[in-house]
């Protein structure tokens, strides 16, 4: 029997957890502070880490009044209460870049989501292929990580480069980042899907959030 509980306007899915590794996420656009607020606290009160995404500050203060441990990330727009009881060390960590600092939001989606489920993110940030020496010099942090998230806008290739300097599954991100013919994410996107370098995943332009739910799932392989 699949344990859901019905708020009216939501149905939580509490059985996710066992099913998946972790609970659902809040998906903030389209839903009122006092919806958000409802949800994260029925979550939260299984003790289960919470996340809600592409959210507000006035979302966060309504949720903050009910869940004293709630966070507010700025870059992301990201709001995360951490699990009541946390693993006494993160078992596993992911690396993740962005190719510009215009990057950074979406990759702090990735980072965070990271964290909140019980990882650590080693952060690279600006470390484009406009000047890839800036990754060369720290590529001895790739090798710390099991999984790496790439964050890219424009021509969107640095993940193809990436997975020819490491052996770890990369995840990329295209971002909504560049001019006029990037048609917001589009380029980039395409780009990261007909890459010539095996081993990339590609998730949807600007999901910083799905790219850090597929690090932390395959972390949590070897965890388990």
Same mark, same amino acid.
């Given at each position: 029997?699949?344990?859901?509980? =019905? ?8 059985? &996710? ?19 958000? &607020? ?5 979550? !939260? ?24 441990? !709630? ?24 690396? $993740? ?5 215009? =990057? ?18 080693? &952060? ?75 081993? $990339? !995943? ?18 949590? $392989?070897?965890?388990?």
């Amino acid at each position: 029997m699949i344990k859901c509980r =019905d708020l009216g306007f939501a149905k939580i899915d509490h059985d &996710r957890v066992r099913r998946r590794g972790f609970p659902e996420a809040v998906f903030g656009p389209g839903k009122t502070p006092e919806e958000i &607020r409802a949800v994260a606290r029925e979550i !939260a009160r299984r003790g289960d880490p919470v996340i809600v995404t592409k959210t507000t500050m006035r979302a966060f203060l309504y949720v903050k009044k009910k869940c004293p441990t !709630a966070v507010w990330h700025e870059k992301p727009k990201l709001i995360a209460i951490p699990a009541a009881k946390a693993a006494a060390a993160p078992a596993g960590a992911a690396a $993740v870049l962005t190719a510009g600092t215009s =990057d950074i939001a979406v990759a702090e989606e990735a980072a965070v989501t990271l964290e909140t489920f019980g990882f650590r993110a080693l &952060r690279l940030y600006d470390v484009g292929v406009a000047g890839l020496h800036r990754l060369l010099d720290r590529r001895h942090v790739l090798d710390e990580a099991g999984v790496v998230v790439v964050a890219a806008g424009m021509d969107g290739a640095l993940p193809s480069v990436t997975a020819g300097l490491c052996r770890q599954p990369v995840i990329s991100v295209p971002t909504s980042v560049g001019y006029g013919a990037s048609f917001k994410g589009m380029t980039a996107l395409l780009s990261m899907m007909n890459s010539c370098s095996p081993g $990339v !995943a590609v998730v949807n332009i600007d999901n910083g959030f799905g790219a850090g739910y597929l690090a932390a799932s395959i972390l949590s $392989v070897g965890r388990r």
